[in-house]
């Protein structure tokens, strides 16, 4: 098997009308991201051959990148960083759950990019792919033209959750049924906490994958850092991580050997 991690931080944030403080954790995590899959325990990947960490990410470098793993059957991208949903139009109103978009940032934070391009281009290239996506999901930022900020009522992000599994879910199946699971650490609407070292659903899949029995599939890791990562923000504020997962995915390996084979049952967590 051939395969690929793609590891980014985006610490900062370099957009008109934003101001956040830089997370220095968001880089710490995925410097132990890296560590810990070159480790025997997460299969040995090797470093610039299977992994691909770079500082100076932007939207077209990502995109190139991911076009020539033609030849790759398996791609792990981590993001750790500043995240938000954005209108789909520049909209200074409330607006229905179908105008919201999830967002990262690339560039050293001075371009946003639509999640769901960066899922498209791993969907064209391979079927068997996890996307570990680390970012806030809040709906209150200032808009980078400096536009009014923009509240989203809770009824509406409580329908945008209930609605984005199915979307998702018919967006893979239009993609041939492709195996891109997006694991999120948030709730829509959400914000994601971090203490003095990592981000913590980073620390919470890292504490559950050093201390677990292996081979694990990816429902087992995704519930059991859920679980952590509720228990770790208690103090912060409420973080509830997200799976979208595709139903149709079997025999389908997270970060192991090459050997390791997992028939894999998505069970995501009830916020």
């Not at 590891?7 to 956040?20: M, R, Y």
């Not at 791609?75 to 520049?90: N, S």
């Not at 792919?129 to 536009?147: K, S």
């Not at 050997?257 to 069970?267: L, M, R, S």
Request: aromatic content about 10%.
């Amino acid at each position: 098997m051939k395969r690929m991690a793609i590891l980014i931080a985006s610490p900062t944030v370099n957009l008109s009308g934003f101001d956040p403080n830089p997370v220095q954790s968001a880089t710490n995590s995925i410097e132990y991201w890296k560590y810990l899959l070159k480790t025997p325990r997460l299969g040995s990947w090797i470093d610039r051959t299977e992994i691909e960490y770079r500082s100076d990410w932007n939207k077209q470098s990502l995109k190139d990148f991911i076009r020539s793993l033609i030849d790759i059957d398996y791609i792990f991208l981590v993001y750790c960083g500043h995240g938000a949903r954005f209108p789909k139009q520049c909209c200074t109103n409330p607006m229905s759950e179908d105008d919201l978009e999830d967002y990262i940032l690339l560039n050293k934070g001075r371009e946003k990019v639509r999640l769901e391009e960066i899922r498209a281009e791993i969907a064209s290239v391979t079927d068997k792919a996890t996307m570990l996506i680390e970012a806030c999901r809040g709906n209150n930022w200032q808009m980078p033209d400096g536009a009014t900020p923009i509240t989203v009522p809770q009824d509406l992000i409580n329908e945008q959750e209930d609605k984005s599994r199915e979307e998702w879910m018919n967006q893979l199946r239009g993609c041939g049924s492709s195996g891109v699971v997006l694991i999120q650490s948030c709730s829509p609407g959400g914000e994601t906490y971090a203490n003095a070292q990592f981000t913590l659903f980073s620390k919470a899949i890292f504490d559950v994958v050093e201390s677990a029995i292996f081979p694990m599939n990816i429902g087992d890791v995704y519930n059991r850092a859920y679980d952590k990562t509720v228990l770790y923000s208690y103090n912060l504020g409420e973080q509830k991580p997200t799976c979208y997962p595709d139903s149709d995915t079997v025999n389908y390996p997270f970060v192991l050997t090459d050997g390791y084979k997992i028939a894999a049952q998505f069970i995501p967590k009830e916020s």
